[in-house]
């Protein structure tokens, strides 16, 4: 056990609950009338790179938009000239390459002292040469990359049968979509010039070689040098049946709001797709999906004048969701108005349509929530379950209707475990490591296997629903056991990293019975209380995805340090002084106004690749643990 002291001694224990009470208030004024909450999502400058050179590509880029553009993207730049995917990373290449060109596409001059800065890092970092695969594609279709040195990705893929190696069910859903429309486009190998070149930014070196033929880098390359060779064919009819067929798929995905899964890539890519196949900027497809991008821009006023930024996604399901798991933490009563709202709004989120994941449940019924206002195709396992954990604590008149919500959902998560016991956050057994060996794939997470995080939200559920002891839940349980690292923590797929894993796993297990006893959860208790911080707050650094160095290491934030106290009063160690340090540090730090501040990236998009910063993450988990710390609950 850690080290305990008595209650009465931790300084936190006497203003907590006022921290509490500003942090409900601050909830309450951030709700929306409709019911919901919704955080900005803050990603990098190539959201903003990328839409500025759609903008060009489509003819649509007005000087209002690149000035504005242009000012967010200077604005992001480090003193050294460079990028980064998230506040205090290392530079990156391929984000400082899309921001030189999409800084020059907005009119700065290549010689800028900013621009001079970025193009001699990126000369001494490898050049154009060693971008990821996503940025040559955007360099090919402004005619600074050639169309014959990227991976080929044939139209044909969408007749392969959902048995069949590699095809598009494959892999994952935000893959899968990004894949289809890009055969479109590698297909038709657009070029529509920018004004300027950037073989400034070129090094000369030649690719590297082909690699032996007995391995799979070796057969995936030959195979893409054949692709090639056919893709220089004239358009068979094989071929024309297949483009046909996969703008049908493309449109049939489209979201009520314009956009495509709710997120940019195939949001973009859809839309590109649909355009070079000749659906005019004014067909009612075209035309949601450009107007849609504008629902997720921000425009903002600053000293320097506004500025304008994409976000790559929205998240009011899951951030209403635990804003409601936190009011109800912090003793809000389930009748209250704010939460009534919340409930109402939530329950005409459900999705009853069969999406893509049907393909591999087919017998299995709808249910469930997405992320997003709209993307009904692709209801999520882990904003069902928080979903499903914030309504069932909502005693109302109308109980049988939220009854009725919470059992499709249940019912629908069971059927969505994977075979191996553990969930995935779209589809069930999306495991095909195949796909991540395809030359195209360099840019992150193509596949979605069952997760700790995940899996654990869904074991938490079913436990608060009285099924720890089903089949379903024993599984998770076990899947969980299975993947829990040797120092005691657990991997967090979704969320920064290791704290996050660590923070949703212990809850979920001592939810399903597991004592606070148990020697793996000790380990577990262990491990984040050596790593606790000097100033008594959690941080993980995001370079731990790619250097376990980093695990549990990092400036403490207000959304971590509440992951790691919800874990550890989990545990049973409310009375210890691990925990009281941490209140402390949650205490001291909140604001006037009854937020937190948080200047760091704790969520992830992919790792390794690609990282969020969820701006409602920095008051929802701070103030769950705060009312789980007052109210003495777990």
């Not at 803050?42 to 000012?71: C, K, W």
């Not at 800065?117 to 050639?146: K, Y």
């Not at 070689?209 to 007995?214: D, G, I």
């Given at each position: 056990m850690t080290q305990t002291v008595p209650r009465t001694s931790a300084p936190a224990a006497r203003t907590a609950d006022g921290t509490v009470a500003a942090a409900v208030e601050f909830l309450r004024r951030e709700q929306d009338r409709a019911g919901w909450w919704k955080?900005?999502?803050?990603?990098?400058?190539?959201?903003?790179?990328?839409?500025?050179?759609?903008?060009?590509?489509?003819?649509?880029?007005?000087?209002?938009?690149?000035?504005?553009?242009?000012?967010?993207?200077?604005?992001?730049?480090?003193?050294?000239?460079?990028?980064?995917?998230?506040?205090?990373?290392?530079a990156d290449l391929s984000t400082t390459v899309e921001a030189w060109v999409a800084l020059r596409l907005a009119g700065d001059p290549a010689d800028a002292p900013w621009?001079?800065?970025?193009?001699?890092?990126?000369?001494?970092?490898?050049?154009?040469?060693?971008?990821?695969?996503?940025?040559?594609?955007?360099?090919?279709?402004?005619?600074?990359?050639?169309?014959?040195?990227?991976?080929?990705?044939?139209?044909?893929?969408?007749f392969l049968p959902s048995w069949f190696p590699l095809n598009v069910y494959d892999f994952a859903c935000w893959a899968r979509q990004t894949i289809v429309p890009l055969t479109i486009v590698g297909t038709l190998r657009p070029v529509r010039?920018?004004?300027?070149?950037?073989?400034?930014?070129?090094?000369?070196?030649?690719?590297?070689?082909?690699?032996?033929?007995?391995?799979?880098?070796?057969?995936?390359?030959?195979?893409?040098?054949?692709?090639?060779?056919?893709?220089?064919?004239?358009?068979?009819?094989?071929?024309?049946?297949?483009?046909?067929?996969?703008?049908?798929?493309i449109l049939a995905r489209q979201e009520a709001d314009g956009s495509w899964g709710g997120i940019q890539p195939p949001w973009v890519y859809s839309i590109l797709a649909l355009h070079l196949l000749g659906y005019p900027l004014d067909h009612p497809a075209l035309k949601a999906g450009i107007a849609g991008l504008d629902g997720f821009t921000i425009r903002e006023k600053t000293g320097q004048g506004w500025v304008r930024r994409l976000e790559a996604c929205q998240s009011p399901v899951w951030d209403t969701a635990l804003a409601m798991t936190a009011l109800l933490d912090a003793g809000v009563s389930p009748g209250d108005e704010t939460l009534v709202r919340a409930a109402e709004w939530m329950l005409g989120e459900e999705i009853r349509v069969p999406g893509d994941w049907a393909v591999r449940r087919p017998s299995l019924k709808p249910g469930g929530f997405a992320f997003e206002f709209a993307n009904d195709g692709y209801p999520d396992t882990d904003d069902t379950a928080e979903v499903v954990l914030a309504l069932r604590r909502m005693g109302r008149p109308d109980h049988l209707r939220?009854?009725?919500?919470?059992?499709?959902?249940?019912?629908?998560?069971?059927?969505?475990?994977?075979?191996?016991?553990?969930?995935g956050a779209f589809d069930a057994d999306n495991t095909q490591a195949l796909a991540t060996r395809l030359p195209f794939c360099d840019f992150g997470a193509v596949i979605d296997p069952p997760s700790a995080d995940v899996t654990a939200h869904v074991v938490e559920m079913l436990a608060a629903e009285g099924k720890s002891g089903t089949r379903e839940c024993r599984r998770g349980i076990r899947w969980l056991w299975d993947n829990q690292e040797e120092d005691g923590s657990w991997f967090g797929r979704w969320g920064a990293n290791y704290v996050y894993g660590t923070g949703a796993v212990v809850p979920a297990l001592v939810a399903a019975g597991i004592p606070g006893s148990d020697r793996r959860i000790r380990r577990a208790v262990k491990w984040l209380a050596e790593h606790q911080n000097d100033d008594g707050g959690w941080g993980e650094d995001l370079r731990s995805y790619d250097d376990r160095a980093w695990a549990g290491r990092g400036d403490s934030t207000p959304s971590q340090t509440a992951w790691a106290l919800l874990a550890l009063l989990a545990a049973g160690e409310r009375e210890s002084a691990v925990v009281a340090r941490g209140v402390e540090w949650l205490v001291e730090r909140q604001r006037p106004d009854g937020g937190w501040d948080e200047d760091k990236h704790t969520g992830t998009g992919f790792p390794g690749d690609f990282y969020l910063s969820y701006h409602l993450y920095r008051v929802v988990f701070p103030l769950s643990a705060l009312g789980r710390y007052v109210r003495g609950g777990s």
């Open positions: 955080g900005e999502l803050a990603t990098n400058v190539t959201m903003d790179a990328e839409d500025l050179l759609l903008r060009h590509f489509l003819g649509i880029l007005t000087p209002q938009v690149a000035e504005e553009s242009a000012r967010w993207i200077r604005s992001q730049q480090r003193a050294d000239g460079t990028w980064a995917n998230f506040p205090d990373g290392p621009l001079a800065a970025a193009a001699e890092w990126i000369r001494e970092h490898g050049g154009i040469e060693a971008t990821r695969v996503f940025t040559r594609i955007w360099l090919a279709m402004v005619g600074q990359w050639s169309w014959d040195d990227l991976p080929s990705l044939p139209p044909e893929l969408i010039k920018l004004p300027f070149d950037v073989s400034g930014l070129r090094t000369g070196k030649r690719p590297p070689k082909t690699r032996a033929p007995w391995t799979w880098d070796g057969v995936f390359q030959n195979l893409d040098t054949a692709l090639h060779a056919y893709a220089k064919l004239p358009l068979n009819p094989v071929r024309k049946l297949a483009m046909k067929q996969t703008a049908e798929w939220i009854r009725e919500a919470v059992d499709r959902s249940v019912a629908w998560l069971e059927g969505m475990q994977s075979s191996d016991g553990g969930w």
